[in-house]
């Protein structure tokens, strides 16, 4: 069964920091961008950032630019999502996923949530004082 588990999630202050991982089972990471999303209460999800898998060349959304970085460890099978500088509108539910594109390696943020096949459960994180 191919899976992504996110872990990682908290309560934190704003100004604070997290890392969010993103392990994969049931598959290996070759040929897959690994896209981060999330999802605030009433909004719709929107991308947070992706990485590709030649070059590990990356894509943010405006709002995260400088603060978040996104980076994989293909050996563990697992990305990450390094977080600092939090504020509370980062708040919301963080979901990880895949998606196999053996032909197209470099990865967009905006990029159609609908073309990425494996999805995880996601993990909350809340930017609160």
């Known amino acids: 069964q191919l899976q992504l588990v996110e872990s990682g999630g908290g309560l934190v202050q704003p100004g604070g920091s997290l890392r969010l991982s993103c392990a994969a089972s049931g598959f290996t990471l070759d040929y897959y961008i690994i896209g981060w999303f999330r999802q605030a209460p009433g909004k719709e999800r929107e991308g947070v950032s992706c990485?590709?898998?030649?070059?590990?060349?990356?894509n943010y959304v405006d709002s995260v630019k400088g603060r978040f970085i996104i980076s994989r460890d293909n050996v563990e099978k697992t990305v990450y999502l390094q977080m600092n500088s939090l504020k509370p509108e980062d708040t919301g539910v963080y979901y990880c996923?895949?998606?196999?594109?053996?032909?197209?390696?470099?990865?967009?943020?905006?990029?159609?949530?609908?073309?990425?096949?494996?999805w995880g459960q996601g993990t909350q994180v809340t930017v609160s004082s």
């Open positions: 996923a895949a998606d196999w594109t053996p032909h197209s390696p470099i990865c967009t943020v905006d990029a159609g949530q609908g073309r990425y096949q494996i």
């Open positions: 990485i590709g898998y030649i070059g590990s060349r990356t």
